[in-house]
């Protein structure tokens, strides 16, 4: 069997592993930092953060054109580097304005990067090891998402300095463009990448067109870990009176993250994908449902609010960690079945654009209902679309992946 860690793999999940803890350092706190610091609304924090969501969600089609017609290397640097040097613009951004001015471009670097880097990652895994390497690939961003946030709001407790958070943001953005840089990739040929970029531009060069109920599905579980990730603590701190708990949620999310790639790698390596997706989606639901469910009965009835409440909030954090760790590299690996050897950036770039329509849109909602209904009936949304999403994947997109993917190039 051919090696699956090998060096330049290694190297590629350091790199993501470090993109992702910056990503991470800032994302659950900065509500509560443009609350404090601007005096913004609810509703004017989800436009803002979605600012964010939206470019990268427009640069992402490009992006993957741009990873499959010129050398991804290059490609990877450039949007690496212009990546970490916005961690910077948050220093200078004095006002309300200009943070949005600047968060909301910061987003186009973080949609080229990643879609570069995990199609780099791609290209250096041995094809007979592909579908469980993508699953293996996704613990460096389970990894820096159990550990970012808790650093994060332990470094912020103890200095109330968000500009501390930005130069740390900065600099380990910093040592994943370093790790990038030593990774060593094959060339594509000239005459492949001149042929490429000589064909007409139609919409299959920016959308994988054959995936397209792949990505539709993937909008709605967007949405759901959109509206978590981002009003969680805010949530946590105004309705459930938990405060300093959102890194112990976001650690607990990440262990069951890990151990579910740890224990789906079997079924990815045998190809089993529809059986990880199916298993991923139902945890995932039963955590989003227990996650608003038990603090809404323990306040109806007045039980014992606290140890319900609690017992919600974590057990949540660890079924959604479990579900999402099977449901995102078994979407992934189906939308790049769906996909020809010379079309792997722009598949990438569906599955990252179908997420980033979703989150974006869980975030401005979001923060549109949680202003005129409260956080309670934000969460309760949570859940209905993400039963839309299930009942969706077994209606139609299970039987939808299964006709459709290229059959002759599943191990190519």
């Known amino acids: 069997m051919e090696r699956l860690w090998n060096s330049n793999y290694r190297k590629v999940m350091v790199a993501n592993f470090a993109l992702f803890f910056a990503f991470y350092l800032l994302t659950p706190l900065l509500p509560l930092y443009l609350y404090e610091t601007f005096g913004a609304t609810k509703d004017v924090i989800g436009l803002v953060l979605s600012g964010y969501t939206i470019t990268a969600l427009l640069v992402r089609p490009f992006s993957g054109f741009m990873v499959d017609s010129f050398p991804r290397k290059t490609v990877l640097m450039v949007t690496f580097t212009a990546f970490a040097i916005f961690f910077a613009g948050y220093l200078a951004a004095s006002s309300l304005l200009l943070f949005t001015i600047v968060r909301t471009l910061h987003g186009g670097p973080f949609g080229a990067v990643t879609v570069a880097n995990s199609t780099v990652a791609i290209d250096v895994l041995p094809s007979s090891r592909r579908n469980e390497g993508i699953g293996y690939y996704g613990l460096s961003n389970n990894l820096a998402m159990a550990i970012s946030p808790s650093f994060a709001i332990l470094v912020y407790s103890r200095t109330h300095n968000f500009d501390i958070l930005f130069w740390l943001a900065f600099l380990i953005a910093t040592i994943g463009l370093m790790a990038d840089a030593s990774v060593k990739t094959a060339k594509?040929?000239?005459?492949?990448?001149?042929?490429?970029?000589?064909?007409?531009?139609?919409?299959?060069?920016?959308?994988?067109?054959?995936?397209?109920?792949?990505?539709?599905?993937?909008?709605f579980f967007?949405?759901?870990?959109?509206?978590m990730s981002?009003?969680?603590?805010?949530?946590?701190?105004?309705?459930?009176g938990i405060t300093g708990t959102t890194g112990t949620w976001f650690m607990l999310?990440?262990?069951?993250?890990?151990?579910?790639?740890?224990?789906?790698?079997?079924?990815?390596?045998?190809?089993?994908?529809?059986?990880?997706?199916?298993?991923?989606?139902?945890?995932?639901?039963?955590?989003?449902?227990?996650?608003?469910?038990?603090?809404?009965?323990?306040?109806?009835?007045s039980l014992h609010t606290s140890a319900i409440t609690f017992t919600g909030y974590?057990?949540?954090?660890?079924?959604?960690?479990?579900?999402?760790?099977?449901?995102?590299?078994?979407?992934?690996?189906?939308?790049?079945?769906?996909?020809?050897?010379?079309?792997?950036?722009?598949?990438?770039?569906?599955?990252?654009?179908s997420w980033d329509i979703g989150m974006g849109m869980g975030i401005l909602l979001g923060g549109a209902i949680a202003e005129h209904l409260g956080y309670t009936s934000t969460f309760w949304v949570v859940v209905a679309v993400n039963v839309v999403g299930v009942l969706l994947y077994f209606l139609r997109t299970k039987q939808f992946f299964i006709t459709g993917q290229i059959a002759d190039e599943l191990t190519s």
């Open 253 to 301: 999310c990440s262990i069951g993250l890990i151990l579910s790639r740890l224990q789906g790698s079997k079924a990815l390596r045998q190809g089993r994908l529809t059986h990880n997706a199916s298993e991923g989606m139902v945890i995932s639901l039963v955590g989003y449902t227990l996650f608003i469910l038990l603090p809404t009965v323990s306040q109806l009835f």
């Open 222 to 227: 967007g949405y759901c870990f959109g509206v």
């Open 314 to 353: 974590y057990a949540s954090a660890l079924l959604i960690g479990l579900g999402n760790g099977h449901l995102w590299p078994a979407f992934q690996n189906m939308m790049i079945s769906m996909a020809h050897h010379n079309e792997r950036g722009t598949a990438n770039s569906t599955i990252l654009i």
């Open 188 to 219: 594509k040929p000239v005459a492949e990448r001149k042929h490429h970029t000589m064909l007409p531009m139609t919409l299959d060069r920016f959308f994988l067109k054959r995936g397209w109920l792949l990505g539709l599905n993937m909008v």
């Open 230 to 240: 981002n009003y969680l603590a805010i949530y946590g701190k105004q309705v459930l």
